[in-house]
């Protein structure tokens, strides 16, 4: 059982900057991927980004690349998005997720935490 809680949404303008973080606890050596997803309302879960926790590795959608980065802090069990140049079409909810698959596909991530709302907006 792993549990995921993250924090840092909210709302900011075109152009601006957040950074969520999401910490984890429970047994997640047992799930070396975490990733970030997105849900626009109306919309299906998009993948945004991962990290692997042993080898460093990182993906992005292309709609984030350049923009979003994703790193991670070991000693405090967290992984962060910092997001930058925001667009009115990031706004969704942000959840963090963790596997054992390089993939940016929901399916094959296995816990999931309560997410954290991103508003872009003038």
């Known amino acids: 059982q792993v549990q995921l809680v993250e924090s840092g949404g909210g709302l900011v303008h075109p152009g601006g900057s957040l950074r969520l973080s999401c910490v984890a606890s429970?047994?997640?050596?047992?799930?070396?991927?975490i990733g970030w997803f997105r849900q626009a309302p109306g919309k299906g879960r998009e993948g945004v980004s991962l990290i692997g926790t042993i080898d460093g590795t990182t993906v992005y959608a292309d709609s984030v690349k350049g923009r979003f980065t994703i790193s991670r802090d070991d000693a405090k069990n967290t992984v962060y998005l910092q997001m930058n140049s925001l667009k009115p079409e990031d706004t969704a909810n942000y959840y963090c997720?963790?596997?054992?698959?390089?993939?940016?596909?929901?399916?094959?991530?296995?816990?999931w935490g309560q997410g954290t709302q991103v508003t872009v907006s003038s």
């Open positions: 997720a963790v596997g054992r698959m390089v993939v940016l596909t929901p399916s094959a991530y296995v816990y």
């Open positions: 429970g047994f997640t050596l047992d799930y070396p991927v």
